[in-house]
């Protein structure tokens, strides 16, 4: 088997113990012969699944009754719909924190609905930091209010949430989900992919109150109501089977493995080990991110040259250590270092990082 550090930004490292385990039910789901992907959705095995999924997912959340996790298709993109269609009412609006290029897209695609505003841009300081909490000023009329909590491509992180009172909260959690301490309760609705720190992608996962859900728009098609899949289960339709199966598992590693605390103070370690080769390299490695804002979950970054930054890349590669490239839309490095990540793949990533910077600096 090839040994490599994987940093890929998503679909991204799934934990090992995990993928073990689906290898070893693949061809006989506890005595039923069959694997999860090949069983009626109607089953008891998978309703038993599904039903498992929602509550470890609100376990982790910290969320009990007046709440439902959802498991819907089409990505955490098709939320950024979504929830304008249910929740933008005619004639309204909602605020939108934009501090990076996915918040962008949410913003982008809720103006296709109705009246989306900006607030809290931080693009003029080309998306190094999160906005401080005196920028954050709710518009009184707002439905609610969006942010995304982790930015993939920049590497920013809110490491505090903003104070947006009584406005309902909704945020994009795709890349940090459950790699920390979560308050679910503070939010009114949430949303991840889950191909970064939660499963194998086509499935994404909605967490929401369900008294906000009463104030909903009502004419919205049936797939997208966020009704139809409470009302269901998620089993309105085929759900993306197999990938629940894989997101169970997943939740139940994070938690035998001390829970969104245990992760945090892992991930802590392991983003420290990559920040501090950056911060020590004499200005050879220059972090995007502004240090208050920076992701413990995408460490991006940039050398001198691109020529310089290829040759990094290529002597990564060459230790076994791939998906470093940064977004194609920004360049530069980046290393994902999701839950699944171990601090053995950062320490060694450090290690070439400061070898390689005491070579070519
Ligand atoms: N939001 C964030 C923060 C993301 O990182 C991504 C994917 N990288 C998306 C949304 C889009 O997710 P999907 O590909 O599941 O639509």
Redesign the pocket.
């Known amino acids: 088997m090839a040994n490599v550090y994987n940093f890929n930004?998503?679909p991204a490292m799934l934990p090992p113990a995990v993928l073990e385990q689906v290898q070893a039910e693949l061809r006989d789901y506890r005595g039923k012969g069959m694997s999860v992907m090949e069983m009626s959705h109607r089953s008891k095995e998978f309703e038993a699944v599904n039903a498992s999924a929602e509550a470890a997912f609100k376990r982790l959340a910290g969320v009990g009754d007046g709440y439902r996790a959802l498991f819907l298709q089409?990505?955490?993109?098709?939320?950024?719909a979504m929830v304008p269609l249910n929740f933008l009412p005619p004639g309204g609006s909602a605020d939108y924190l934009v501090n990076?290029s996915?918040?962008e897209?949410?913003v982008e695609e809720a103006a296709l609905l109705g009246t989306a505003r900006t607030v809290a841009s931080t693009k003029a300081d080309g998306y190094r930091r999160m906005p401080r909490p005196d920028e954050v000023t709710v518009s009184p009329d707002a439905a609610y209010v969006h942010l995304?909590?982790?930015?993939?491509?920049q590497g920013v992180q809110f490491h505090e949430w903003p104070d947006v009172g009584s406005t309902p909260l909704v945020a994009?959690?795709?890349?940090?989900i459950f790699s920390r301490p979560l308050d679910g309760k503070k939010f009114a609705l949430l949303y991840?992919?889950?191909?970064?720190n939660l499963g194998p992608?086509g499935v994404?996962v909605v967490l929401l109150r369900e008294d906000w859900l009463a104030k909903a728009n009502k004419n919205v098609p049936t797939m997208l109501r966020y009704a139809t899949h409470v009302k269901n289960n998620s089993l309105y339709n085929t759900p993306p089977s197999f990938a629940v199966y894989v997101l169970d598992l997943v939740l139940a590693w994070i938690e035998k493995n001390g829970g969104t605390a245990g992760m945090a103070e892992r991930n802590e370690r392991k983003a420290k080990l990559l920040y501090d080769a950056i911060d020590q390299s004499g200005g050879f490695y220059a972090g995007h991110a502004e240090p208050a804002s920076r992701s413990r979950m995408n460490v991006t970054f940039r050398l001198a040259a691109e020529a310089m930054e290829k040759a990094f890349l290529a002597e990564a590669s060459a230790a076994g250590m791939v998906g470093l490239a940064g977004h194609r839309s920004v360049g530069g490095v980046r290393a994902s270092i999701y839950n699944a990540v171990g601090e053995d793949a950062c320490r060694a990533l450090a290690g070439l990082m400061t070898d390689f910077a005491k070579k070519n600096g």
Request: aromatic share 6%; charged share 15%.
């Open positions: 930004a998503g089409g990505g955490a993109s098709t939320q950024f990076g996915w918040a897209k949410a995304t909590s982790n930015e993939t491509i994009d959690m795709s890349s940090d991840a992919g889950a191909q970064k992608s994404a």
